[in-house]
């Protein structure tokens, strides 16, 4: 709701209906839509080191630009502004649904829609500081610019905001979560795989406390998700059932309900389905060699197996599917929309790993390594792909074993994610540095310290009262 072009109309009506909404049911309904609509994936996959300059193809500004690192001049689905306009919608969904909590007469009957109110707001938060500030670091999140954290519904134009500061946000986003998470009651849910559960809610504390370096934390609230025991039973059966299905099976099972590795989904207006692989600034050969290549186990990605082309050098990976919806009954143009996986098992599991490793509990983090590669590699077999540190050390040539099992883990996150944009979440926190090759021989290079990292906040916020990001 920070965009405010042409939205005056908009604000001067109660939002929603407000005054209607007097009931834990009502509320529940609203809630539907207090997580982000909108896809991040085309500009993130397109900034990464995930793709490269296929020479032809189709040119859409949300990847191009990203490519190029220059700011994204485009406000449509699939870009930047998009995503922070869907971001603060959730938000204020999110807010009107607390005013609503907190003022009912009964307030323990909104107990569970107060918690899921409360875990939303923080997780758009958490998205939109990541995208359009610079990753927390303890060192200079106390100076770095924020943006702003919004607590109550709007009930004026044109209000003024302030950014505060990165250090601020994360305060502001682990108070809600703490305070939300033990409140939500999956019982409420009648679809509860595009709410917040509790699993949900511990895989995206998981990634919090990942990004503010708090480790022990990640392994209380990933053991949380993995409560049961059984973790190779949560995470996608790549090199089993995925395998024996035909890939129009595998389109529409990636990103189901029913599918026990998604946690968290939500449907997005999107085109991304449609040009993850026909776009020119994608995976050519070299990058799929790269990223589904060889492996510390020895063994062969079963994702290759499911790896296809649609013309030269467009390669796909189906997991990315389109529902395409008509503007009307007899009408040709209408709206895509993909339904993206927010949170899943394996980012939980890989988050652990992660944790492990820099608590030097290096025997738990190599061994939830090989419960991932046991589902990955193709004819999976322990006495051959078992993963050890001797191996580890070897197949990278370091003697630190921290170091490679960190690239042993970034590897593989690279390739369960790849045209899904989370490899540049990675790239964030590491501050590595990207580097992109034109057609023709133009070297592109997005360095540790490059203010271009941070994507640029929509013009139109200046009208609030805020600075954006500098260039």
């Not at 009912?104 to 995208?131: I, K, P, T």
């Not at 509790?198 to 209380?220: C, G, I, Q, S, T």
Request: aromatic share 14%; net charge negative.
């Amino acid at each position: 709701m920070l965009a405010f072009t042409g939205c005056k109309k908009f604000l001067e009506q109660p939002p929603d209906n407000r005054a209607e909404l007097n009931s834990p049911e009502q509320v529940s309904q609203l809630l539907g839509t207090a997580y982000p609509q909108a896809n991040y994936m085309a500009f993130f996959e397109s900034i990464s080191d995930n793709v490269a300059d296929k020479g032809a193809g189709s040119v859409e500004r949300t990847s191009r630009d990203p490519f190029f690192f220059e700011d994204v001049q485009d406000d449509q689905q699939d870009s930047p502004e998009f995503y922070w306009n869907a971001c603060y919608a959730a938000i204020a969904a999110a807010n009107q649904a607390l005013e609503v909590c907190d003022n009912a007469a009964d307030r323990s009957a909104y107990s569970a829609q107060r918690g899921e109110a409360l875990v939303a707001r923080a997780y758009a938060h958490f998205m939109l500081v990541n995208v359009f500030s610079k990753v927390y670091d303890p060192a200079s999140a106390g100076s770095d610019p924020g943006i702003p954290y919004v607590t109550e519904p709007e009930k004026v134009v044109f209000k003024p905001y302030e950014r505060r500061t990165v250090s601020y946000v994360y305060e502001m986003i682990e108070q809600d979560i703490t305070e939300g998470l033990p409140l939500i009651d999956d019982r409420q849910y009648t679809v509860p795989k595009y709410h917040f559960t509790r699993a949900a809610a511990h895989a995206f504390a998981a990634r919090f406390y990942l990004f503010k370096r708090d480790y022990a934390k990640v392994v209380e609230h990933a053991n949380q998700v993995f409560a049961a025991g059984n973790v190779s039973g949560l995470l996608r059966p790549w090199n089993t059932t995925y395998l024996s299905i035909t890939y129009n099976e595998l389109f529409a099972r990636y990103a189901r309900a029913t599918e026990p590795a998604n946690l968290l989904l939500v449907e997005t207006a999107s085109w991304w389905a449609r040009q993850y692989y026909t776009i020119r600034y994608a995976m050519n050969a070299a990058k799929r060699n790269e990223i589904l290549g060889a492996n510390v186990t020895g063994g062969e990605w079963a994702f290759r197996y499911q790896l296809f082309t649609a013309g030269t050098d467009n390669y796909l990976i189906p997991k990315i599917n389109e529902h395409f919806v008509r503007s009307s009954v007899n009408a040709n143009i209408g709206v895509g929309y993909v339904v993206v996986p927010l949170l899943t098992a394996e980012e939980v599991l890989f988050n652990r790993i992660e944790a492990y490793a820099y608590l030097n509990n290096t025997n738990a983090a190599i061994a939830d390594l090989n419960t991932y590669a046991a589902t990955r590699i193709n004819n999976y077999d322990a006495g051959l792909h078992t993963i050890t540190a001797t191996r580890i050390r070897n197949f990278y040539g370091v003697s630190n074993l921290q170091t490679g099992i960190l690239a042993t883990l970034f590897a593989f996150k690279r390739a369960e994610y790849v045209q899904e944009g989370m490899r540049w979440l990675d790239l964030l926190r590491y501050k590595a540095p990207v580097i992109h090759v034109t057609a023709d021989g133009q070297v592109l290079e997005l360095r540790e310290d490059d203010p271009r990292r941070v994507f640029q906040l929509p013009q139109s916020v200046t009208e609030s009262g805020l600075e954006l990001n500098p260039r």
